[in-house]
């Protein structure tokens, strides 16, 4: 079996691999099925809002399945990106709700109430740019990416990865989560920012406004889905391949590993904010909960369960971990910790792969079968399955 670096010069060269294989396009089929149709058709108000946030979490694991299943970067610091997308959302959501005649009562008008609180008397420069809306909804992305940048460049141009990049973000995530609680008159401190009312004079609290941001939701998610597996496909995806399984072998070949670890992390990070700012509006609220170690490492679970290089396990397993937390914790509150523990180490024992891994093991296999027993005799083999 040929290494993904032996085979580089020619994949670079030569694509005859489909954008989707006709079981990828049907899986997305079904996603999409799923999400936009069947769950807003069965679920009352408050589940969709609820399984709404578990997408939110979605847009993370899929950038983990670039990151760390394709580049081979582990990051436990995801949490980061995803408080980082949400808290410039929140902000310009906050502006708006604090309005003059909206806080005509405090001290200073105008200022969102934890400000007055901490006896700040003028809008922070910081917070300046969030008074627009099509400027927030830039920064939502540039502010994490940008973010991702530095963090990638410092440590990724000097070989630092593996364990110690792992150690490095996680600890990126603790101090973030200290600085944001510390900073209570800027951040809103440990309570985070709360009391969100509308998105450009549009009341996001209602349940018809949740319902059409769960749609929202589930069209970015499903259109990231999309890019992802655009860059999978593309050059640059083979080439991130090669790099987590031989990466002197590639540096050796000329590419720059630390512009393209660079690339793969600020992809993460960039996915990770559109699931923040998701969350903000769908929740409304964001705090420094979100931001820390355990739910970075939370999301990481959610790619491990999946498959970590599966898009579409990225999504199926966060799904199967909320669902697994929210009933686990509805009803048997003190244990929901060890049985969320069990299920992570369950899987990942007896399936390493995640439930990409048992799809591709068992279930793949027989639908191959059963396509070929249709097919004409001496007909050709449909074009994706392991026959290839």
Not at 167 to 176: E, G, K, N, V
Not at 274 to 299: D, K
Not at 306 to 320: D, K, P, Q
Request: with cysteine; glycine share 10%; aromatic share 14%.
């Amino acid at each position: 079996m040929t290494s993904p670096v032996q085979t580089l010069s020619k994949s670079l060269t030569v694509n005859d691999n489909p954008f989707m294989k006709p079981m990828e396009w049907v899986s997305l089929a079904l996603l999409a099925g799923l999400i936009l149709f069947v769950l807003p058709a069965t679920l009352d108000a408050f589940r969709l809002n609820l399984v709404g946030k578990y997408l939110t979490y979605a847009f993370v694991a899929l950038g983990l399945v670039m990151c760390w299943g394709y580049a081979g970067i582990l990051s436990l610091g995801q949490g980061v990106f995803f408080g980082l997308g949400g808290y410039c959302m929140a902000m310009y959501l906050k502006l708006e709700a604090s309005s003059v005649e909206n806080t005509k009562i405090q001290s200073t008008p105008g200022i969102p109430d934890f400000m007055d609180w901490n006896q700040i008397t003028e809008l922070p420069l910081m917070w300046k740019p969030f008074q627009s809306l099509p400027l927030t909804l830039i920064l939502v992305v540039a502010v994490p990416v940008f973010f991702a940048f530095i963090i990638g460049f410092a440590m990724f141009t000097r070989r630092v990865g593996g364990t110690y990049f792992a150690i490095i973000t996680q600890a990126i995530a603790a101090i973030l989560t200290i600085l944001i609680v510390g900073q209570q008159g800027y951040t809103g401190g440990i309570n985070g920012i709360t009391d969100l009312r509308t998105l450009h004079g549009w009341d996001i609290r209602t349940d018809s406004a949740k319902f059409i941001l769960y749609f929202v939701n589930g069209g970015l998610l499903l259109g990231c889905i999309l890019a992802a597996q655009y860059v999978k496909k593309a050059k640059l995806g083979r080439i991130l391949l090669a790099m987590r399984d031989k990466e002197d072998r590639v540096r050796f070949s000329g590419y720059s590993v630390a512009g393209f670890k660079v690339f793969a992390f600020c992809l993460a990070a960039g996915f990770a904010a559109i699931g923040g700012a998701m969350f903000t509006l769908q929740v409304g609220f964001m705090s420094p909960s979100f931001v820390g170690i355990v739910p970075s490492i939370e999301m990481v679970i959610y790619a491990a369960v999946g498959g970590r290089l599966s898009l579409f396990g990225a999504v199926w397993g966060t799904l199967l971990v909320n669902w697994a937390k929210t009933t686990f914790s509805e009803s048997f509150p003190e244990l929901w910790l060890f049985g969320l523990g069990a299920l992570f180490i369950a899987v990942v024992l007896a399936f390493p792969n995640g439930l990409a891994g048992i799809y591709r093991s068992y279930v793949e296999p027989r639908l191959t079968r059963k396509v070929k027993a249709l097919a004409p005799a001496g007909g050709p083999v449909p074009h994706g399955t392991p026959a290839e």
